[in-house]
């Protein structure tokens, strides 16, 4: 009993902030999506493609034929997929799929969008504003992921142009 009236009092003692409507800022940006959750998903997205390449790479570059090698398991198994009837969009899904969706997702995160309408002390014109925040890790996230697909299309571009010479 004595804890109920101690806590009523407490409650009773509180001061209430004072909220002035002058100024509150004429609008509030709000994200498309969170920031923190689209950097956490693009990791995961981009973790795929990202150990593929680097398979790939160590398996030309570290001349390192062992059969039963991490590098040369990843190679063969991408290989077979692309071979396999069912299963050979898997590589393609896996290099371009993903980290547009990378770019997509982190990029609704850093941009916020907003129309601002004529009011009374404004002009009589309309403004569409789109601004960028400064995310490091959403860009960071953009870029690895253009850097991926910009290596599997420069690597299908060159590897078609040696096949057909």
């Known amino acids: ?3 109920k009236d101690e806590f009523l009092k407490q409650m009773e003692n509180l001061k209430v902030p004072e909220v002035n409507p002058n100024e509150h800022p004429q609008m509030v940006k ?8 689209s950097a956490a998903l693009g990791v995961w997205l981009i973790v795929v493609p990202c150990y593929f390449l680097f398979c790939v790479f160590m ?6 034929r062992v059969g039963s090698s991490w590098f040369a398991a990843m190679f063969t198994l991408m290989a077979s997929l ?22 997509i997702i982190n990029g609704l995160a850093i941009t916020h969008v907003s129309v601002l309408r004529p009011g009374p002390d404004q002009s009589k014109v309309r403004e569409f504003n789109i601004t960028i925040k400064i995310r ?8 690895v992921s253009l850097a991926i697909l910009g290596i599997f299309i420069s690597y299908v571009m060159t ?5 057909s010479n």
């Not at 709000?30 to 959750?37: K, L, P, S, Y």
């Open 30 to 37: 709000m994200a498309i999506m969170n920031a923190g959750r």
């Open 59 to 64: 398996y030309y570059f570290s001349h390192i």
């Open 82 to 103: 692309d071979k396999t009837r069912y299963i050979d969009f898997l590589g393609p899904v896996i290099m371009v799929v993903l980290p547009i969706i990378c770019i």
């Open 1 to 3: 009993m004595k804890e």
């Open 136 to 143: 490091v890790w959403n860009i960071l996230l953009i870029l």
């Open 159 to 163: 590897e078609n142009i040696s096949i």
